[in-house]
């Protein structure tokens, strides 16, 4: 796969603060990366240096082999900022019109209409009337204007209801199966381990983690094996070494490992008796509070 994006050593100071520090990451045509991290850790300006719309202090970012403000760039991308700003005054289908005039190979008007649900009546609004979820569907119709082969979104559920986020991930996907590249901001964990094919964790301005949602969390969170058992096993099992901890309520024994199946031989081999086995892997959430910790107790 072709590589569309490329950000090699790039970082952004403002006066004396350093938004972003020496970050590299490459992406391949087609994935779909989401871009996670706490307030403040440099997501939305990693996101501006690859738009163009600021450059790096040092270093570089490619989009196709190339400066992401050349005019053939631009034309090959499309993009949802936070900002939501529509030009008053017009329709939305007059906007969507005036936007598909401005790219060489525009998407068809009733291909724009059916990926984001734009209803008649709405069509028929003028922008300034919009609901903030429907100001945010018209701004992805906006970004989809160009027949875009990278899209860039800020934060882009912000502000949808359950039913119009559930589409616009569908819409996503579907894109992503064209061959287009997504790469997208979020606060919601679970919506980058639900969608992203890939996450980049940032904090403080560097990337702590880069990988599969299932390879983060597989490599950096404990498991838990969770059983029935006497509440006599507690102690003899917690003197384990793959044991990391071990808490019992009732007739209920939970253990902390970071190797469930070799808890799950030892409950074998010492004839615990343990019945309604189950094992559980931990929560995206944890990884990235584990990771954003150890960030704030080294700096
Ligand atoms: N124009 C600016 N001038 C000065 N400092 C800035 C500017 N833009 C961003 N910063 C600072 O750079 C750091 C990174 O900001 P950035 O907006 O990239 O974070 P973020 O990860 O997108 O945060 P959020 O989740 O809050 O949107 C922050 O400390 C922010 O205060």
Redesign the pocket.
């Known amino acids: 796969m072709r590589e569309i994006v490329k950000v090699e050593r790039a970082s952004?100071t403002?006066?004396e603060?350093r938004?972003?520090h020496d970050v590299s990451f490459s992406i391949r045509e087609g994935e779909i990366v989401a871009i996670l991290?706490?307030?403040?850790?440099?997501?939305?300006?990693?996101?501006?240096m690859i738009l163009g719309l600021i450059k790096p202090t040092s270093g570089e970012v490619r989009l196709f082999g190339k400066e992401p403000t050349e005019r053939t760039v631009r034309e090959r991308m499309g993009m949802m900022l936070?900002e939501v700003s529509v030009m008053g005054g017009l329709k939305v289908k007059e906007l969507l019109e005036l936007f598909r005039h401005y790219y060489p190979n525009p998407l068809a008007l009733k291909e724009i209409i059916a990926l984001t649900a734009l209803t008649e009546s709405e069509l028929g609004m003028r922008v300034e009337k919009l609901s903030g979820g429907q100001k945010r569907r018209l701004n992805f119709a906006l970004s989809l204007a160009g027949n875009p082969d990278l899209l860039l979104f800020?934060?882009p559920t912000v502000g949808m209801d359950t039913t119009s986020r559930q589409r616009f991930w569908h819409t996503v996907h579907t894109l992503s199966e064209q061959g287009k590249t997504i790469i997208f901001?979020t606060?919601y964990l679970q919506e980058a381990d639900d969608v992203a094919k890939r996450i980049v964790l940032?904090n403080q301005?560097r990337i702590v983690a880069d990988d599969t949602p299932s390879a983060i969390k597989g490599k950096i969170t404990k498991s838990y094996v969770t059983f029935k058992a006497k509440p006599q096993w507690v102690k003899l099992l917690a003197g384990f070494p793959e044991v990391i901890d071990i808490r019992q309520e009732d007739d209920i024994i939970r253990v902390e490992t970071e190797d469930t199946d070799a808890v799950l031989a030892l409950l074998f081999h010492e004839r615990v008796g343990a019945s309604s086995i189950r094992i559980e892997q931990g929560k995206l959430d944890e990884v990235f509070e584990r990771l954003t910790a150890d960030m704030k107790e080294v700096g």
């Not at 991290?37 to 501006?48: V, Y």
Request: aromatic letters at 8%; proline letters at 4%; hydrophobic letters at 20%.
């Open positions: 952004k403002y006066k603060h938004a972003v991290g706490p307030n403040g850790a440099g997501k939305t300006t990693t996101l501006s936070q800020d934060e901001t606060h940032f301005g």
